[in-house]
């Protein structure tokens, strides 16, 4: 059955452990975006407020590094506590640097995820589909909730999964996802489906989320 990753960027931050509470016992990941106002034009959280999230739950923990220099910080969310770190392909500097990471997120434990945005192709992941764990397809340009799902993404998830043979990562799909965009990424593929908005606005979340499914 498809994983269901609530995305906490939509969730309302002065009252973070109640929204938690409201989700976390009918979902199995919880999506974290950590945005820096350089690799997007807007600004989230960092890793301390992920490592009292960790506390409060016993979801897999998703983080989804939005930020320049993923090599820099990645220790952080390891000690903060993270099941996994998704990082951008368009972050880094070059293959080894990608290489390394994943290498390094292993060595700690950790399950390493590659990210694209809409405009970069599949094909820029082959060389790295052995070793990671999660690819990221992004259907929205990264930056804010609330956008609308670009249908781009259905062609990648299928490229994936044809892709997939014997490997074992996971598809996770990320942006203006709802009932119908969701039902179009299972259908392409998608294993894990993260949703903002569409979970944390509305009135009923676990029929929200049961509805994605
Ligand atoms: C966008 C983030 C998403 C965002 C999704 O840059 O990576 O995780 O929170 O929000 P919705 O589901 O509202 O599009
Ligand atoms: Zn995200």
Redesign the pocket.
């Known amino acids: 059955m498809v994983k269901i990753a609530p995305?906490?960027?939509?969730a309302n931050f002065a009252n973070l452990q109640k929204d938690i509470d409201s989700i976390k016992d009918y979902v199995e990941y919880i999506?974290y975006?950590v945005?820096d106002g350089h690799f997007?034009p807007?600004i989230s959280f960092g890793y301390s407020i992920l490592n009292d999230l960790s506390q409060i739950c016993d979801n897999y923990l998703d983080v989804?590094l939005?930020i320049s220099d993923p090599l820099k910080y990645a220790q952080n969310f390891i000690d903060a506590g993270t099941n996994l770190i998704t990082f951008h392909y368009e972050a880094m500097q070059n293959v080894d640097d990608i290489q390394y990471l994943i290498t390094y997120l292993h060595e700690h434990h950790v399950d390493a995820g590659i990210s694209i945005k809409p405009d970069t192709p599949v094909d820029v992941l082959l060389p790295f589909l052995d070793e990671i764990d999660l690819v990221l397809v992004?259907?929205?340009?990264?930056?804010?909730?609330?956008?609308s799902?670009m249908p781009l993404a259905l062609d990648k998830i299928q490229q994936l999964k044809d892709l997939r043979h014997d490997r074992n990562y996971l598809i996770e799909v990320?942006?203006?996802?709802?009932e119908e965009t969701g039902k179009l990424c299972i259908d392409a593929g998608a294993d894990v489906l993260?949703?903002?908005?569409?979970?944390f606005k509305a009135d009923d979340r676990k029929q929200a989320i049961e509805a994605l499914r």
């Open positions: 995305s906490v960027l939509s999506h975006d945005m997007v807007n989804h939005m992004m259907s929205v340009e990264p930056g804010f909730g609330g956008q799902f990320d942006g203006g996802i709802n993260v949703a903002g908005s569409y979970i």
